[in-house]
């Protein structure tokens, strides 16, 4: 076997070549490439063929294009799907077969006379085909032609008879369009969820409930509304101080004088060292600054007399003029209002990260009523206090949350339970219509909730097509618009259309009427 690949493009004078290049007898396999779009007809494979006979090659190919596949397969010429498989036939199919001979037409016989008495023979009979001869004529009786005529007419007429009385009752076809009308159905059902029950209880109408808690915290900020008066700057100025003894006096820094009439104000020397020469009545100036703020520390000339401690003895002060820088501004100061608001605000924002994080603990299906959300403050801690002097008041809060989680999966399939056991017999429920209703609750404590869940939906009565066609068959639309109406329930007037309307009647054969039972808004 000779395995030929012919490279794309796959030519039909490349496979005519291969062919030629094989020995009498020889197999040869064409592999050809996966897009040979110029073999993909009948003609090419006709030529290969005609050409591997004349040179007595066998020739198969391998090919997965389907269509170069069924033309090959029209020539008579063997396909594979790959080499391996047509190295395994160990034979192939011979494509030298050729059609079988046709039939031999058989010759008309002759029967010979025969005695049938003294000097008498039989006639010669000639069987050609299907007929037989006697003496140059049929045995079969002579036909009279009018009788055959009437009767094809007779069958005719009869034929005819049948597809008029076909189409007149057959053709025609009704379409009826109803409309049932539609009941609103509406049930509702007293529920109690409490803490503990696993399982829905449909007979005491209990479902489940279960305690949720979340801990949140936060901090948060406020402006202060508060004001007051505030001593601001410091008074300043100059004093003397006047030696008693007659050794040499050093007044060190900070040195506290104050006045002697009055509240008394308190200033200290801002001058690192002050040395008042030796002698009575020396002297020596030293800068001074009130120790406290505001307006207290501005005081007339000679008002400073006194000097704490033990330089009192040796010295005598006093201010030849007076202090001033001292004054007051108004400031924010935090009030119990502030705290209050500050609280609430904050709680309020807890409150909700607070239900938003039990929802992250919710099961499917369950739902916290927010009526059942309590919150505890477990710390409360403010940066500043009532009275205090700033213009931003903090706050760090933490709460813990508990609520309630109600299972509202089993609150509704209760609620449409109830609803389908109080559909009217004969009735039908129509499922795409069924809505439930937001639940109300009507009761709260720290084991369940009591609630009121509601379903409606609208029902009908079916109407069955094969009722419809044995009520309306064979009467005229207005008979069959009145045998509707008074037999179904409708929510509109029926519509009865017939084509063609022959007859001016509903066909009287059910199969021709066609019921569409549609709802209202369709």
């Known amino acids: 076997m000779i395995a030929t690949e012919i490279p794309a493009p796959a030519t039909l004078a490349a496979i005519q070549a291969a062919i030629r290049g094989a020995d009498v007898g020889e197999r040869v396999l064409l592999i050809l490439p996966d897009h040979a779009d110029e073999l993909a007809s009948e003609v090419p494979w006709q030529v290969i063929r005609r050409q591997a006979d004349d040179a007595e090659v066998q020739v198969g190919v391998v090919s997965a294009d389907p269509d170069i596949r069924y033309f090959a397969k029209r020539a008579r010429i063997p396909v594979y799907k790959s080499r391996e498989q047509a190295q395994r036939r160990w034979r192939w199919p011979r494509a030298d077969y050729r059609l079988p001979a046709p039939h031999v037409a058989r010759p008309f016989l002759v029967t ?61 076809q009704a379409t009826v369009t109803l409309v049932p009308a539609r009941t609103q159905l509406v049930s509702s059902v007293e529920i109690s969820a409490k803490v503990g029950v696993e399982e829905p209880e449909y007979l005491n109408k209990v479902i489940p409930a279960r305690v949720v808690q979340a801990r949140v915290e936060g901090f948060a900020t ?39 009439t009055g509240n008394n104000v308190r200033f200290r020397v801002v001058d690192e060292e002050v040395r008042v020469p030796p002698g009575i009545g020396q002297r020596a100036s030293a800068a001074i600054e009130a120790v ?68 992250e603990s919710l099961r499917q299906g369950e739902f916290i009523p927010p009526e059942t959300v309590t919150t505890f403050t477990l710390a409360e801690t403010y940066d500043r206090f009532a009275g205090e002097h700033s213009p931003v008041l903090g706050l760090q809060l933490q709460l813990l949350a508990r609520g309630l989680a109600v299972d ?115």
């Open 222 to 260: 406020t402006e202060t509304t508060g004001s007051t008066e505030a001593p601001v700057g410091k008074a300043t100025g100059q004093v003397t101080f006047i030696n008693r003894t007659a050794r040499e006096i050093v007044v060190p820094a900070n040195t506290i004088v104050r006045t002697a």
């Open 112 to 172: 010979p006379p025969r005695q049938v008495g003294r000097g008498v023979a039989a006639p010669v009979i000639v069987t050609l085909g299907d007929r037989t001869l006697i003496h140059g004529k049929t045995r079969d009786k002579p036909r009279r032609w009018w009788l055959s005529a009437l009767g094809y007419l007779l069958v005719i007429g009869l034929v005819a008879a049948a597809l008029y009385g076909f189409a007149l009752y057959v053709v025609p």
């Open 292 to 359: 406290e703020p505001g307006r207290e520390g501005n005081v007339p000339a000679l008002t400073i007399s006194e000097i704490e401690g033990p330089l009192n003895i040796s010295l005598r002060v006093s201010n030849p003029e007076p202090t001033a820088g001292g004054a007051v501004e108004t400031v924010a100061v935090v009030t119990q209002a502030d705290k209050d608001r500050l609280l609430g605000q904050l709680q309020a924002d807890l409150q909700r990260q607070a239900y938003s994080k039990l929802g």
């Open 408 to 522: 509202m999966d089993a609150a509704e399939q209760m609620a449409l339970r109830t609803l389908r056991e109080s559909v009217p017999e004969g009735h039908f429920l129509l499922e795409e219509t069924i809505r439930t209703g937001q639940p109300t609750f009507l009761r709260f404590d720290d084991e369940g909730v009591d609630l009121t869940m509601t379903a409606s939906g609208l029902a009908l009565i079916p109407i069955k097509p094969a009722d419809v066609r044995s009520l309306i068959a064979g009467a005229t639309p207005e008979e069959a618009v009145k045998r509707l109406e008074a037999e179904f329930d409708l929510a509109t007037r029926p519509q009865i259309t017939i084509e063609p309307d022959w007859l001016g009647r509903v066909p009287y054969i059910p199969t021709r009427i066609r019921v569409r039972v549609l709802q209202e808004g369709e």
